[in-house]
């Protein structure tokens, strides 16, 4: 497809497991971005990736957070020893330049849930 | 330290009545951009508009008005005559020097036929 694809949609997981999520931006795309969206809140910002680098971690949580875009196409967010706290959606978007002027686009996200 | 504030959690309106909602921003910056995105239930967040600072000119895209006031620190969007397909949550997103979206809590707008 033409826009962000996220997988998995939907991830069910135990306390201290660890997950992976995927973001596969659209073709050409430079940037890209991690939010997470608590319920009934708006996203919030975790990582911004210009290429393979991660330009500002600076909304990661903690060290058990942690993500990579080794070819600065395809993008994961890991997760290690989850907690029920980390539950959210996870959306990922990505931008034609750097986003400062232009849109974002926005992919479906992954629903993490924590048990 | 950049603020989005969107004070109406949930707004009800009956299909064709005009809606405003509210959005008030807080930067230091002088330079800055502001958004809004509209989450359907599906999920996904769709651009709907982008201003920047400098350029306070009310804008007008079909039933969708924006009115900025730099005085008020406020980006107010209208719809007009709505729809039962405007039923959604609607965000206000700030972004100044960085390359962060700051954004409000969102307003969930539902459209009753």
């Known amino acids: 497809g033409a826009g962000v694809s996220q997988t998995p949609s939907n991830k069910v997981t135990e306390k201290g497991k660890y997950v992976e999520l995927r973001c596969d931006p659209i073709s050409g795309h430079t940037a890209l971005y991690w939010y997470r969206q608590s319920l009934g809140q708006g996203p919030e910002f975790l990582i911004y990736?210009?290429?393979?680098?991660?330009?500002?971690d600076s909304g990661l949580p903690n060290d058990r957070f942690f993500a990579v875009r080794p070819e600065g196409s395809v993008s994961t967010l890991k997760i290690q020893r989850t907690e029920r706290g980390d539950s959210a959606v996870y959306l990922c978007?990505?931008?034609?330049?750097?986003?400062?002027?232009?849109?974002?686009?926005f992919g479906e996200g992954s629903r993490l849930t924590v048990l | 330290a950049q603020k989005v504030t969107q004070a109406q959690t949930e707004i009800s309106v009956v299909e064709k009545e005009d809606v405003t909602l509210d959005c008030v921003y807080e930067t230091r910056d002088t330079t800055y951009y502001l958004f809004w995105y509209k989450q359907p239930p599906s999920g996904e967040l769709v651009f709907l508009i982008r201003r920047n600072s400098f350029d306070e000119q009310n804008e007008i895209s079909g039933r969708y008005s924006w009115n900025f006031q730099k005085s008020t620190s406020s980006f107010n969007f209208t719809i007009t005559a709505s729809q039962v397909v405007d039923s959604a949550v609607y965000f206000c997103a700030l972004r100044y020097r960085n390359e962060k979206l700051t954004f409000g809590t969102g307003t969930r707008l539902t459209i009753i036929p």
């Open positions: 990736f210009q290429g393979t680098g991660a330009a500002d």
């Open positions: 978007a990505s931008s034609f330049d750097s986003g400062r002027t232009g849109e974002l686009f």
